[in-house]
């Protein structure tokens, strides 16, 4: 006898399983249509089933939306998936296998309903490092060269596993496997946000004009001689991905000028 719809619904479930796929994630009934009822069960078709109907978002996941602000700024702000919104803005009566759009609160700016096709998983903003040597690199050595966990932990923070690295900045957080997760790892990507609110002056001056990058030097190394350029290029040393692309370009000229200068 046929295998029942409830059979086949826990044999998916149960395959997604061995394939470590969580089956939460997919939709069952989709994939059992599409690969076992219309399609052949074949390795393809299953594997094109799971494929088609993975869902990439689920309420209660983080995702990053794309804000362009005034100046011409853009920024990126995450926030939970609260609910899944129709084309027309409205909540679904009843769970859909595939929803349009999605009801996000992020912290730092208001909250949107947008398509799932323009929001983005947060975890494709970060690179995650796992591999030990790596994630320690430099180490502390009043810590035998091992850093901590700076996640949400009291005393004693157990040993970093991963480093996260915001990709946009730069910036880098070592976290264990159990603080590695989106909300902590989002407030890295804020920290960047919150040093491009506070430098928008500085960049707003350098796309005005690039070549205050680069103005004279100081005379001597005394700080307090610093001039102008030289504020700019340390501040350009700091927040390198703030820079602005023509005002980059002169700083890497400038750079490499004034290595031979010194060279020679
Ligand atoms: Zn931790």
Redesign the pocket.
């Given at each position: 006898m046929a295998a029942t719809m409830r059979e086949m619904r826990e044999q998916v479930r149960e395959e997604l399983g061995w394939e470590k796929r969580d089956p939460d994630r997919y939709d069952i009934d989709g994939i059992v249509r599409d690969a076992w009822i219309r399609g052949d069960g074949s390795e393809e078709v299953w594997k094109k089933a799971v494929e088609k109907h993975y869902k990439r978002f689920m309420v209660g996941d983080w995702g990053r939306i794309t804000v362009e602000t005034e100046g011409g700024f853009t920024e990126h702000h995450y926030g939970l998936i609260e609910e899944f919104r129709k084309r027309n803005g409205d909540r679904y009566r009843r769970r859909v296998a595939k929803p349009w759009g999605a009801f996000v609160r992020p912290e730092y700016t208001r909250s949107h309903i947008l398509p799932l096709a323009e929001l983005v998983d947060e975890v494709t903003d970060f690179e995650i490092v796992t591999e030990w040597s790596l994630v320690h690199e430099g180490g502390p050595q009043h810590n035998y060269g091992v850093y901590s966990?700076?996640?949400?932990?009291g005393f004693a923070?157990?040993p970093?596993t991963v480093m996260v690295i915001h990709k946009v900045s730069g910036l880098r957080k070592r976290?264990?496997?159990?603080?590695?997760v989106p909300e902590l790892r989002v407030r890295l990507a804020d920290e960047a946000l919150m040093y491009q609110h506070n430098c928008k002056s500085t960049i707003l001056e350098l796309r005005e004009d690039p070549s205050l990058i680069t103005g004279p030097t100081a005379e001597s190394s005394r700080l307090w001689d610093k001039t102008p350029a030289d504020e700019y290029r340390s501040w350009a040393d700091a927040f390198p991905w703030l820079v602005p692309a023509p005002a980059a370009e002169l700083y890497t000229k400038w750079k490499e000028n004034h290595s031979e200068t010194v060279a020679a």
């Amino acid at each position: 006898m046929a295998a029942t719809m409830r059979e086949m619904r826990e044999q998916v479930r149960e395959e997604l399983g061995w394939e470590k796929r969580d089956p939460d994630r997919y939709d069952i009934d989709g994939i059992v249509r599409d690969a076992w009822i219309r399609g052949d069960g074949s390795e393809e078709v299953w594997k094109k089933a799971v494929e088609k109907h993975y869902k990439r978002f689920m309420v209660g996941d983080w995702g990053r939306i794309t804000v362009e602000t005034e100046g011409g700024f853009t920024e990126h702000h995450y926030g939970l998936i609260e609910e899944f919104r129709k084309r027309n803005g409205d909540r679904y009566r009843r769970r859909v296998a595939k929803p349009w759009g999605a009801f996000v609160r992020p912290e730092y700016t208001r909250s949107h309903i947008l398509p799932l096709a323009e929001l983005v998983d947060e975890v494709t903003d970060f690179e995650i490092v796992t591999e030990w040597s790596l994630v320690h690199e430099g180490g502390p050595q009043h810590n035998y060269g091992v850093y901590s966990c700076i996640g949400m932990h009291g005393f004693a923070p157990p040993p970093a596993t991963v480093m996260v690295i915001h990709k946009v900045s730069g910036l880098r957080k070592r976290f264990c496997d159990a603080c590695n997760v989106p909300e902590l790892r989002v407030r890295l990507a804020d920290e960047a946000l919150m040093y491009q609110h506070n430098c928008k002056s500085t960049i707003l001056e350098l796309r005005e004009d690039p070549s205050l990058i680069t103005g004279p030097t100081a005379e001597s190394s005394r700080l307090w001689d610093k001039t102008p350029a030289d504020e700019y290029r340390s501040w350009a040393d700091a927040f390198p991905w703030l820079v602005p692309a023509p005002a980059a370009e002169l700083y890497t000229k400038w750079k490499e000028n004034h290595s031979e200068t010194v060279a020679a």
